[in-house]
């Protein structure tokens, strides 16, 4: 019973991914594109804290931490190259 | 039924309520019109979605195998902190560099 | 407000020690810590400061309003969503804050990242302007100045008790 929910919610969260894919391949402007995948990248974590229920192991937790903060670094990146056209702003007073 | 059995069920409808709230939200990225509305559907909605799926996994593990991961509450407090962050970053981004309002939106300023 | 710490601890530690039991327990050192706060909380307004448990009391607080947010703008975007209406008409209106120092701008633009309808676009280089984008100005503007005020009421118990 509650395995079958476990794996449903998979289910549904795959089709999560696969809307907002739509949203990055077609979104007119880079902005659009990011916050689809800022989307992604949050139900990517759904999906592994799920998997590691269903195959009842814990060796996948710590997979949630990695995704979680190179989702959040990769957002912080893309914002700063679209405000500025640079990522590594190198402050030199010239 | 015994207890445990119940609160297992609880765990599993709190992941099943997510990944619906995740599907609403993915639904609203792409029917809403444009980029600040969208970004209203994936800063709030998911960030709740994944949130309540990750309380329903802690409480599956703690219930099933006494196991109180520390990496999942590390998890969840760093999405805390982090998903309005991400989201007023990338608004503030597409708003600096003159992304077009939708038409019929008000401007005061 | 050190010294309230401080005396809270060493009651505990003195709890300890009366129990007289073999080895050190835990249980015990809490035990002793919640009457330590107890008496503390009695006695507190000889030491002429305010109790040192009132900020934490008013954090909780903060952590209670982010959460209950949380659930009530996912629920109203959902609504949007789901049934769009077809008169709401999105916004960007201006607000000017009273708070100075970094830390509570930042937490107040947290806060209002989670509010029902409203998404903070831009802070000005001073920082006491915000702009702020609206999914349905007519409607949540009212809503939205109106829990400003409370976070900034909070906000201020915490940093300024």
């Known amino acids: 019973m509650t395995n079958l929910i476990f ?22 402007t880079l902005p659009d594109r990011v916050v689809a995948f800022d989307v992604i990248g949050v139900n990517l974590i759904s999906i592994v804290a799920v998997l590691s229920v269903v195959l009842r192991t814990k060796a996948y937790l710590e997979v949630i931490l990695i995704i979680a903060i190179l989702a959040f670094i990769s957002t912080v990146a893309f914002s700063k190259y679209i405000e500025r056209g640079v990522i590594i702003d190198r402050k030199r007073n010239r | 039924m015994t207890e445990n059995e119940i609160v297992e069920l609880i765990a599993a409808l709190m992941v099943l ?7 609403i939200s993915a639904y609203g990225i792409v029917s809403l019109p444009d980029v600040y509305t969208r970004s209203h559907a994936g800063t709030k909605s998911s960030t709740l979605a994944v949130l309540l799926t990750l309380t329903g996994v802690f409480i599956f593990f703690w219930s099933t195998e006494h196991y109180i991961s520390i990496r999942l509450v590390l998890g969840i407090v760093f999405l805390y902190l ?4 991400a989201g007023h970053l990338i608004c503030r981004a597409a708003y600096n560099s003159e992304v077009k309002l939708e038409d019929k939106t008000e401007n005061e300023q | 407000m050190p010294v309230q710490f401080l005396l809270n601890l060493l009651i505990a530690i003195l709890w300890v020690f009366l129990k007289d039991e073999d080895t ?27 109790f040192y448990l009132k900020r934490a009391f008013s954090m909780l607080k903060l952590l209670w309003i982010f959460n209950y947010e949380l659930m009530t703008s996912s629920i109203l975007i959902m609504k949007q969503i789901l049934i769009p209406s077809a008169t709401f008409e999105p916004g960007i209106f201006s607000y000017e804050t009273k708070l100075k120092s970094d830390w509570e701008v930042t937490a107040l633009a947290l806060l209002l990242m989670l509010t029902p309808g409203s998404v903070v676009l831009r802070i000005s280089p001073e920082g006491n302007v915000f702009y702020i984008h609206a999914m349905d100005v007519k409607d949540t503007k009212p809503m939205v100045l109106k829990s400003i005020q409370l976070y900034e009421k909070v906000i201020l118990e915490v940093t300024r008790p």
């Open chain 2, 17 to 23: 309520l997510g990944s619906i709230m995740a599907i």
């Open chain 2, 82 to 85: 982090t998903a309005p962050v």
């Open chain 1, 7 to 28: 794996v449903s919610a998979i289910v549904l969260f795959s089709i999560a991914i696969a809307i907002s894919l739509f949203r990055v391949l077609k979104g007119p």
């Open chain 3, 24 to 50: 050190f327990e835990v249980p015990t050192f809490v035990a002793g810590f919640l009457i330590g706060i107890v008496i503390i909380f009695l006695m507190h307004r000889f030491f002429g400061t305010p």
